[in-house]
């Protein structure tokens, strides 16, 4: 049973150096600072380095053994304030 999730973003050496956008990774932790899952962002070069954080992407959620737990999708919107139909979601 898990009670608290704590993510953790991996940093990519590249991104640092070169400031060029990679594919995010994360750890997922409990609250013992134990890693349960992996997610792993899966885009491609272009449209991560054109649309930054307003980007469309596919997550993957995997256990410690393997197996996908769950996908998270964002399709691309518009991120503008005058067309409230169209902002993110997950």
Not at 9 to 17: A, D, F, M
Not at 25 to 39: C, D, P
Not at 70 to 90: D, G, Y
Request: net charge negative.
């Amino acid at each position: 049973q898990i009670d608290q999730i704590l993510i953790h973003q991996q940093i990519e050496l590249l991104e640092i150096l070169v400031g060029f956008e990679t594919n995010n990774k994360y750890e997922l932790k409990n609250a013992l600072g134990q890693r349960v899952y992996f997610a792993a962002e899966n885009t491609d070069c272009l449209t991560r380095n054109c649309c930054g954080s307003l980007r469309p992407f596919t997550i993957r959620i995997i256990d410690n053994l393997g197996r996908e737990v769950i996908t998270l999708q964002r399709p691309l919107r518009c991120s503008s304030c005058c067309c409230p139909c169209c902002l993110q979601e997950v």
